[in-house]
């Protein structure tokens, strides 16, 4: 009889587990590998330790004036000095429980449609507060005298505020028009189509920039002396504009990647274009072009900026505005900083968000 | 005698160069089982697709319960309204529940309430054996579950016409007779039933008539019993040997 001695299972080589395997798998794991880790560190090592030596170790965080803040850093006061400016603009003070209460009712409304979410009437609801809403965003930030709240002429608005108005706008009156324009486009009629893609290939070719110009410098040329709408009005109709053309071809994108038996198995049950299209198409579109729609809005967010170029001021705009403050010279930098940090956290969430929506729809294929 | 509820009068068929339907004459009887087989890119497919208008034809005429087909998009629902199709891919709509999947077409093109789509599409669930699954999403169901879905689907709208296109080509092996059991229930409850099939067993129990076809034409049309066992041309002695040596 002979006698098995079990061996006991040995561990796997330390380079190949834990830290150090991590490292020479992914970093270290060729020449090229090696060479290209050891670049890329040293010029972590020339940007982090300034970067975090300016931001923390060395910054300024209580001197409450300009001149207290003596070391050659950040000063960060002035951030909290200016954080009105930086949210509202010039909105009145007294008038920022408005924006303020707006965001609370933004946030209830999100809030009341995912409580919602197994009841029967959701949708109805969730339409009704999509049609109420604009109407409430927009006598409450602009006012109305007939409901007697005072009105704050929009170009006293500004900051956060500003570019959060303009990228919604933006976002929601493209995405219905840019759903027409591809379903347009892919019309039988001809001059629907034509017409389509006319209009989309004529606004891609054009720079956001020289239509927020047109917008704003030449469309008053063409009204008769006196009729003068709003700037910012007229820059988001320019924005919107803009915006639909890319949101129409990222949809077309995705009404082209539904399979063909699915637009014949909706004909053969002998549905409508537009029964066809609402019901069937649409939704399996709209779900394959989800990371794309998303994407595109996020270049709408940051392209907001460039409505400074017609004298409107968002976050960024108010950055340059801030330092013309004689108290606080020489502190541009902090601002952007600011502005920049603010701005990633926004776009961050909206690209998360995006990787939510796409596990609760990914339901199929 | 009953009469014609398909006629088909000499239609002719070209994908650009290529002649796909070749001078197609055929006339289908209320009630009938027509198996239509061939070789891949004989244009059977294309022949039942003309039928409910997926695809246009250039020449000829086809009168479907008495509406002739025309560019007239009012005619082509008229007719897709009687006329139901199960595809090769089941083509179920991935996006809605199974029960949505049959209650749809009967809610939005023939009016029906809600109430009684759904019970109608329950019963017909019942029927094809699957009516526990009426919450679930087509993805959640093995592809002989799709396609009996499918073909309750196509029931829904109480056609007076069945075209089924390979509708067991894309199952799995131990999936197919479960769709044809579906599909011989059918045939005995006297529905027009046209079918692009391969599967001869099908053919011999309950086709009325089995075409042969080949380069876009109709080479031979006959009983099951002579189709089989005295073809006349060599063109379909040659296909049911390899067939059925399979």
């Given amino acids: 009889m002979s006698i098995f001695n079990l061996k006991q299972p040995r561990s796997a080589p330390s380079t190949h587990t834990g830290v150090l395997g991590w490292l020479m798998n992914h970093l270290f794991s060729s020449k090229t590998n090696t060479a290209l880790s050891l670049f890329s560190l040293y010029l972590l090592y020339l940007i982090v330790p300034p970067l975090l030596d300016w931001m923390i170790f060395s910054a300024d965080f209580s001197e409450k004036t300009n001149t207290e803040c003596t070391r050659n850093a950040a000063c960060w006061f002035y951030i909290n000095e200016k954080m009105s400016l930086f949210m509202y603009g010039l909105y009145p003070s007294e008038e920022y429980w408005r924006p303020n209460l707006l965001i609370a009712i933004t946030l ?10 197994h009841q029967i009437y959701r949708h109805k609801v969730t339409l009704s507060l999509f049609v109420i809403y604009p109407f409430v965003a927009f006598f409450l930030l602009y006012g109305s005298d007939f409901l007697g709240i005072k009105i704050v002429e929009t170009n006293y608005w500004g900051g956060l505020m500003l570019t959060v108005v303009v990228a919604a706008v933006g976002i929601v009156a493209s995405f219905p028009i840019g759903i027409f324009l591809a379903l347009g486009r892919q019309s039988k009629m001809k001059t629907i189509r034509w017409l389509s893609i006319a209009y989309i290939e004529l606004i891609r070719g054009i720079p956001l920039i020289t239509i927020l110009f047109m917008a704003s410098v030449m469309l008053p040329l063409f009204f008769t002396e006196g009729i003068d709408f709003d700037k910012l009005l007229r820059a988001l109709i320019g924005i919107t504009l803009f915006q639909t ?19 014949e198995a909706a004909d053969a049950a002998g549905l409508s274009f537009t029964q066809k299209m609402f019901f069937i198409i649409l939704p399996q579109a709209l779900k394959i072009s989800i990371p794309n729609i998303v994407g595109s809005f996020i270049a709408l967010f940051k392209d907001t900026t460039l409505v400074l170029i017609v004298g409107i001021f968002d976050m960024l705009a108010i950055a340059e505005l801030a330092t013309t403050d004689a108290d606080w010279l020489g502190r541009k930098t902090e601002g952007i900083v600011f502005v920049a940090m603010v701005i990633w956290v926004l776009l961050y969430l909206m690209s998360r968000y995006s990787k939510t929506l796409e596990k609760r729809f990914n339901t199929e294929h | 005698m009953k009469d014609n509820i398909i006629t088909i009068k000499g239609v002719n068929k070209w994908y650009g160069g290529f002649h796909a339907l070749n001078e197609i004459n055929l006339e289908v009887k209320e009630g009938e089982i027509i198996v239509v087989c061939g070789p891949s890119g004989s244009g059977k497919s294309t022949l039942i697709r003309c039928i409910n208008f997926l695809e246009k034809f250039q020449e000829g005429s086809i009168i479907v319960d008495g509406i002739e087909l025309s560019d007239d998009i009012k005619k082509i629902r008229q007719i897709r309204s009687e006329v139901s199709m199960v595809f090769q891919h089941f083509n179920l709509f991935p996006h809605l529940s199974i029960i949505d999947n049959l209650t749809l077409a009967p809610i939005w093109v023939h009016n029906k309430s809600k109430q009684e789509a759904r019970e109608k599409a329950l ?10 699954q009426a919450d679930k999403h087509p993805n959640q169901l093995s592809g002989g579950q799709q396609q009996r879905v499918a073909i309750a689907r196509a029931l829904c709208t109480s056609p007076k016409i069945m075209l089924f296109d390979e509708p067991t080509s894309a199952l799995d092996p131990e999936m197919i007779a479960e769709v044809l059991n579906v599909m011989i229930g059918l045939a005995k409850e006297g529905m027009t039933m046209i079918c692009v099939t391969h599967e001869m067993g099908f053919a011999k129990r309950v086709a009325d008539r089995v075409i042969f076809m080949d380069e876009g034409q109709i080479i031979e049309e006959n009983q099951p019993n002579a ?20």
Wanted: charge should be positive; proline fraction near 3%; hydrophobic fraction near 45%.
């Fill in chain 2, 123 to 132: 019963q017909l669930l019942d029927r094809v054996g699957i009516r526990d």
């Fill in chain 2, 227 to 246: 189709f089989f066992n005295k073809p006349e041309s060599e063109r379909l002695q040659l296909f049911l040997d390899q067939i059925l040596s399979k």
């Fill in chain 1, 108 to 117: 209830t409304f999100v809030l009341a449609v995912r409580l919602l979410k």
């Fill in chain 1, 245 to 263: 053309a890319y949101i129409a071809e990222v949809i077309r994108g995705g009404l082209q990647a539904v399979p063909r038996g699915q637009y």
